[in-house]
C-alpha cells in the first residue's frame, strides 16, 4: 500500500487560534484527498473532498470558513482550523487515492490522524 | 442517514475462535466494500476489499463474504488474536460520479476485543 502522513500528531491550542494540519502523500500522486472527522468510539465523518488544484467540495453542514482545505499540489493537503473553539477538539485524519492507478483503484490511503485538543 | 449499518457495535471473542461482523446497505450503486481495523489513536488501515462480481474474499485469516441480493457483507476472523482487538469498520463506495469523487461511506465501527 502507499503511505499517507499527518502532521502534527498531536496540537493543543488556545480558544481563538488557528491552526493548520498537513497531510502528505509519500510515495504517490494524490489526485484527491479527503478529510475527515472522528470524534471517541464513533465513525469516521466525511468533512470535505479536495481535489488537487481546484476548490474543496465539503459536505453539508461543514463550514468552509472555518475548516480551510488547501490542495496545492500532488503530494499535500493541509487543513486549517480557524479561530478554534473547544467543540472542534476532535480527531482529524486525511486519505487521499489516485484515482488513475490500476493497482490501488478506489483505496483510499488513510494517515495516522491528528489529534486537536482546543482549550 | 446511515447509509451502510454495522452490527454488533462491540464483540468479545476467546483467542482462536472466529469473530464476525456484520454490514448492510441498501444503494445498489455501491460496487466497492472496503474493511478497515483501527487501533486506539491511529488511522484506519485497509484490511481487505471486495468487489460485488465475487461472493467471498479470502486473505489470511481474514475473509470477506458478500451476499449481492441481501445487500449484506461480513468480516469474518478465523483463529482470532489478542493482536487483533481493534475498531473495525465497514465501508462502502459506488462509481464515481461526474466530478470524479469516490466518496466512502463507512459504518459505526465495532470495537473486537481478543481474551487470551
Known amino acids: 500500500g502507499a503511505v499517507v502522513s499527518q502532521h502534527p500528531s498531536r496540537v493543543i491550542c488556545k480558544s481563538g487560534t488557528s491552526v493548520k494540519i498537513e497531510c502528505r502523500s509519500l510515495?504517490?500522486?494524490?489526485?484527491?484527498m479527503f478529510w475527515y472527522r472522528q470524534f471517541p468510539k464513533q465513525s469516521l465523518m466525511l468533512m470535505a473532498t479536495?481535489?488537487?488544484?481546484?476548490?474543496?467540495?465539503?459536505e453539508q453542514g461543514v463550514e468552509k470558513d472555518k475548516f480551510l482545505i488547501n490542495h496545492a499540489s500532488l503530494t499535500l493537503s493541509t487543513l486549517t482550523v480557524t479561530s478554534a473553539h473547544p467543540e472542534d477538539s476532535s480527531f482529524y485524519i486525511c486519505?487521499?487515492?489516485?484515482?488513475?492507478?490500476?493497482?490501488?483503484?478506489?483505496?483510499?490511503?488513510f494517515g495516522p490522524g491528528t489529534r486537536l485538543t482546543v482549550l | 442517514q446511515q447509509q451502510v449499518k454495522q452490527s454488533p457495535q462491540s464483540l468479545i471473542v476467546q483467542k482462536g475462535g472466529i469473530s464476525i461482523i456484520n454490514c448492510a446497505y441498501e444503494?445498489?450503486?455501491?460496487?466497492?466494500f472496503p474493511w478497515y481495523q483501527q487501533f486506539p489513536g491511529k488511522g484506519p488501515a485497509l484490511l481487505i476489499a471486495?468487489?460485488?462480481?465475487?461472493s467471498e474474499k479470502k486473505e489470511g485469516r481474514f475473509t470477506i463474504s458478500f451476499n449481492k441480493s441481501a445487500k449484506q457483507f461480513s468480516l469474518h476472523i478465523m483463529d482470532s488474536q489478542p493482536g487483533d482487538s481493534a475498531t473495525y469498520f465497514c465501508?462502502?463506495?459506488?462509481?464515481?460520479?461526474?466530478?470524479?469523487?469516490?466518496?466512502?461511506?463507512f459504518g459505526t465501527g465495532t470495537r473486537l476485543t481478543v481474551i487470551p
Open positions: 471486495i468487489r460485488p462480481d465475487v
Open positions: 486519505s487521499a487515492e489516485n484515482r488513475w492507478t490500476r493497482v490501488f483503484r478506489d483505496e483510499q490511503f
Open positions: 510515495d504517490f500522486q494524490a489526485t484527491t
Open positions: 479536495s481535489n488537487e488544484g481546484s476548490k474543496a467540495t465539503y
Open positions: 444503494n445498489t450503486a455501491f460496487d466497492y
Open positions: 465501508a462502502a463506495s459506488k462509481n464515481r460520479d461526474q466530478t470524479g469523487a469516490n466518496n466512502l461511506f
